[in-house]
């Protein structure tokens, strides 16, 4: 977003005025804004901000959240760049992880006892939104087991927001991929056609091939790939069938029966409003696009 530079039109005069970039007066700018409108920014349910560690740690969380998939996660800020940010955001996650009941509390009081009852605690994250990060930071990002993502941030004019990932990463993504073949194989457990399991093994593949910074989350009903929102779910195969959810607009796609279907609205494991249907290694191939879109949007 550096390099990004933004044009306002004006048709009346034929001519075109550059938006010039900017950074916050002061980091609650930024944090104020994205809490306000976290679901919408990030995918993530806003649960509490300026969450108190207690008098050991002496600390307190920017954002604190849940997102798509149950996860918890955690959301710091900075005005500009901060060599410290992802250090103190995985000094913040430690706690958080001996405090699962409080937190867990916390959603309870925020979102119900079913949101509480299905937190995910194997794949907690960390997001940091600053001006910009160091080569280090992005560094760090790749080699650390957890999964944090680096978000840069700009104003431009009065009213525009944009937001970047810089990186997004996990370790347990990394070993996922260099053990796909057995999750696939535990996720398709009682599928008696071995050519569903390797249909699944063949969109997990191009899933997590459609860039860098793919996290995968398992959950017990779907399979999540996800960049800083889910752009994509994959359910377990039926006796025929794979069935993915994906975040690309079903009113951009020309709709195919039996192949791409508008669930909006509809009850359904995992997000995403438009269905793709897959029976053989020829519909993956079909559905790359529709995958790349559903990727670029997220």
């Known amino acids: ?70 996860s918890p996660v955690i959301v710091e800020y900075k005005r500009g760049v901060d060599a410290g940010v992802i250090n103190q955001g995985l000094f ?55 999964s944090i993502d680096l978000v840069r941030y700009r104003f431009f004019g009065s009213d525009l927001l944009g937001l970047e990932t810089v990186a997004s990463g996990s370790g347990g993504v990394q070993g996922a991929r260099r053990v796909r073949r057995q999750a696939v194989a535990r996720a398709t457990a009682g599928v008696q056609d071995a050519s569903m399991v390797e249909l699944a093994s063949a969109v997990d593949e191009a899933l997590l091939g459609l860039g860098d910074g793919v996290n995968r989350v398992d959950r017990k009903t779907y399979r999540a790939y996800q960049r800083l929102r889910n752009f994509a779910c994959l359910c377990p195969p039926q006796r025929s069938k794979l069935l993915v959810y994906l975040k690309a607009n079903p009113k951009d796609v020309d709709l195919v029966p039996g192949f791409t279907r508008d669930v909006s609205g509809l009850g359904h494991h995992g997000t995403g409003d438009l269905e793709v249907q897959l029976r053989t290694p020829r519909d993956v191939e079909r559905a790359q696009d529709l995958f790349l879109a559903s990727y670029a949007a997220a």
Not at 96 to 108: G, I, K, P, Q, T
Not at 114 to 128: K, N, T
């Open 92 to 146: 913040y996650l430690a706690w958080l992880l001996d405090h699962r009941a409080e937190f867990e509390h916390l959603v309870r009081d925020r979102l119900g006892m079913r949101a509480a009852s299905q937190v995910l605690w194997s794949s907690p994250r960390l997001i940091c939104i600053a001006g910009d990060f160091t080569r280090y930071d992005v560094h760090a990002v790749h080699e650390h087991r957890r």
């Open 1 to 70: 977003m550096v390099g990004l530079k933004l044009f306002r039109t004006d048709a009346s005069q034929c001519g075109v005025s550059e938006v010039m970039p900017r950074l916050a007066e002061v980091e609650a700018d930024v944090q104020g804004l994205v809490e306000a409108h976290m679901e919408t920014l990030l995918g993530v349910r806003f649960l509490a901000s300026e969450y108190g560690t207690g008098p050991v740690h002496k600390g307190r969380i920017d954002s604190l959240g849940l997102d798509e998939n149950g």
